[in-house]
């Protein structure tokens, strides 16, 4: 209600008697929703156009901004106010300045500032497709005996009025026309409060239904404290909000994470062996098309049919191979596998955690501390990304990562001699380097964490373990006719890997 006709009509007589014959020494703004008016006898006027309301704010004169600010209504400054006069039962009142008038309308999403000479606006603020002239009538009360029809056709009157004017039976008056005057001369009069809802929503009022959290009869100080506590209630709820998603998206894609490497765990140590799916492989080449990616054959070990996953750009001999390869090394991916699932349930506890703080967080200022961890995290990737290459470390080596297929070309560029050279055997992905300009001997762990890299930033990166080729720069070259990443590898050597995991 705190942009309601009556309202506004209190708050305009209020501005009157304060800034009568004061001459307005400076407007300005310092966003394009808040404008700044400071008079002769330092009274600030702080106007914030908020989420499709508007608030009127009263700060020290000592706190007028002074830089980056823009001027706005430089016809009006200097001049003496000569009143100030509400919109008759609309949103809005007016100052009149000099010879001209500063409007300002509380019409939700369309507020905005005019600022008209007679009948012409010839300035705006913040109003959207203003327009070239203004002709404001008196909004005259139509007078029905049906409640409904009288609010229908007086869209001033709120719901809370009607209920009020229903129960002093005005509708049923003898003259509507003398208790309507008797009713809006008492209801200006009536103490303002500010209240919160159940849902912890605040509201300014003639009409308490709510908790009230304070009771005022200075409309200046009713709309100063209003508009600050429900601006600072809704950046806080925003924020909230906003934390709170962005944690549950992370622990609903870390759940879903565990919940994959607890299945592929069970089919590792209860399913099918990995050597027993080559040999059937092996037995029914003649069968497998060509590029299929998934193929049902009888499993002659348990008598039953079994689903194969294939790889499409291998042939049906090379999964095979392929299979064999990763039975070898089961041991290995069930303790990988063992690894991600204790780091995943470490996460999502920190998570939870974080999550419980947050909610149970009635501070501000304690909640822009989690802000503040999630911005230095995004400001570090923004840096990272202004590079063809995201960058990670390992021992002491730095290793490079191709962010595109362009910035891979790039990143051959910048190789040194002795660096390594890494990619993902047989599929799309990023060019890897292992930076090694001191020529030393390259660590078993470095390599392996490097590759890693190289199978995580590919189409592999959802494999249990994967092939990854390396080789000296000198070996991988450009040719006619290439696409943007495309190389020729005329020498390379093969490890096999798990694609690293990168932590939320």
Known sequence: ??????????????????????????????????????????????????????????PEADHFPKKNVQTQCAALVGKEVKSVKPYENDRGFQFFIGKLVLHIQCYGRRSGVLITKGSSVIDHFKTLQPPETIDLKNREVEFYTDALAFQKNNPFVTNDIITDLQKQSFVTSSNQKDAWLQYTTALVARPIYVCKSEQNEYSLTLFPTDEIIETYSDIGKAQHDFGK????????????????????????????????????????????????????IMANLHVIPAKATEVTLFNFYTNKDIDIRLKENLTAQKNAERYYQKSKNVHVEIAHNKKLQTGIIKQLEALEKEKE???????????????????????????????????????????????????????????????LWLHARGVAGSHVLLKNRENRKVSTEALEFAASLAARFSKNQHDTLAAVIYTSPKYVRKFKGALPGQVRVDREEVVLVAPYIIKN
């Open 1 to 58: 209600m705190h942009n309601n006709a009556f309202i506004l009509k209190r708050y305009a007589d209020y501005l009157h008697d304060i800034c009568l014959h004061q001459k307005l020494v400076q407007c300005v703004s310092t966003s394009p929703t808040d404008l700044h008016l400071l008079f002769s006898n330092d009274f600030y006027l702080s106007i914030r156009f908020y989420k499709q309301h508007t608030f009127f704010l009263l």
């Open 229 to 280: 506590l429900y601006m600072a209630h809704d950046r806080f709820d925003a924020l909230k909000t906003s934390l709170l998603s962005r944690i549950n998206k992370d622990i609903k894609k870390l759940r879903s994470r565990k919940v994959k490497i607890d299945k592929h765990l069970t089919k590792l140590t209860e399913g099918d062996s990995l050597k027993e799916i080559a040999d059937v």
């Open 357 to 419: 703080a947050i909610e149970q967080t009635d501070n501000y200022r304690s909640l822009q501390s989690f802000e503040k961890v999630k911005t230095k995290s995004d400001d570090a990737a923004k840096s990272n990304h202004q590079l063809p290459y995201r960058l990670f470390t390992f021992q002491d080596y730095e290793i490079w990562v191709g962010k595109s297929a362009k910035h891979n070309d790039a990143l051959l560029k910048l190789a040194h001699k002795n660096d």
